[in-house]
């Protein structure tokens, strides 16, 4: 028997699996209402059976049910609105592009894209309905690429002071993951000093011996939470500024103080190093860390933005 097909995250967090849609469920209710558009009762229970699905299959402690049900119709939200931006603008997905995708994800599983289809039947999914949620996804991505990356620009003279201060050690990257504490856009004293307190109250959770991965889960606002909070491998270009002093003198597993950005405040855990005795990093391998740092502030900032914006009615604690 075949294990568990393996598509990456963010297509995961968007996969409805047909079974559950077979079952006979109750009354169905909306939980939230995103402009004109609703989301409901059952949509929720099927992402948030997904997210716990994942969760254990990465080993991070499972949250309370009310804070994991939060936290996935928090992404949903987000989502929702970026898909209706995209929808706006008329951004679509050719069908080269949704193939090739389709057939990386069936090869990052071993598997050809028919062997694929057979399993993701024996799970009691489609080809066709994995495929419209990895469309959703791509469409995402490309307004989060229109929106946000194309506004970001790399001068020589930023890549310049870059190499001038990294020297040799360019090239190190660190593996990260955060528990974001937001505070909405144009904060008032009071929202901000909220924040701050609940930052530093999670932060004596860990220094307690509190599971990182379960709170950032259970409390973080960032897009990450539900992957625990992981930021991946990040090289030091890519670290944002605000950072860049504390992370390299974080031993291996230890969570900073809170610290305060304009998005609100991070503890942000340093999980492993690596590099940094190799050759130095070429001017084109600094520019393009450049960009994907300012693509990732950037990106934070926006989304802050566009729930600002957007008409937002959360009744999930209304049931």
Do not use: C
């Not at 969760?55 to 949903?76: F, G, T, W």
Request: hydrophobic fraction near 40%.
């Amino acid at each position: 028997m075949r294990p568990r097909v393996w598509i990456p995250l963010a297509l995961v967090m968007l996969l409805s699996p047909l079974s559950a849609m077979a079952e006979v469920v109750p009354l169905d209710r909306i939980v939230a209402v995103v402009n004109d558009d609703a989301i409901m009762q059952s949509q929720l229970e099927q992402r948030v059976a997904q997210a716990r699905d994942q969760l254990q299959a990465n080993n991070i402690q499972m949250p309370p049910e009310r804070a994991l049900e939060r936290q996935v119709l928090d992404r949903m939200i987000t989502e929702q609105i970026e898909l209706q931006m995209a929808e706006d603008a008329k951004l679509s997905i050719d069908e080269t592009q949704l193939n090739s995708t389709m057939r990386g994800i069936a090869q990052n599983n071993g598997m050809s894209l028919d062997e694929f289809a057979n399993t993701l039947e024996q799970q009691g999914q489609t080809l066709a309905g994995v495929r419209e949620q990895v469309r959703r996804e791509l469409l995402i991505r490309q307004v989060q690429q229109d929106r946000v990356a194309s506004r970001v620009t790399v001068s020589d003279r930023e890549v310049d002071r870059f190499l001038a201060q990294r020297g040799e050690n360019s090239n190190v990257a660190y593996h990260l993951a955060q528990i974001l504490i937001a505070v909405p856009q144009s904060p008032t004293p009071d929202q901000v000093t909220q924040a701050q307190d609940e930052a530093q109250k999670l932060y004596q959770q860990l220094q307690g011996g509190a599971d990182f991965q379960q709170l950032a889960v259970a409390e973080s606002d960032d897009a990450q939470a539900l992957q625990g909070g992981d930021l991946g491998w990040r090289q030091a270009a890519q670290i944002p500024t605000i950072f860049a002093d504390v992370i390299p003198e974080l031993s291996k597993g230890e969570v900073s103080e809170p610290i305060r950005s304009p998005s609100g405040f991070h503890l942000v855990k340093l999980i492993d190093t690596r590099g940094g005795d190799s050759a130095k990093m070429t001017r084109e391998q600094a520019s393009q860390a450049i960009f994907q740092r300012k693509v990732n502030d950037e990106l934070e900032a926006w989304t802050q933005e566009i729930r600002a914006s957007a008409y937002i009615d959360n009744r999930l604690d209304n049931g």
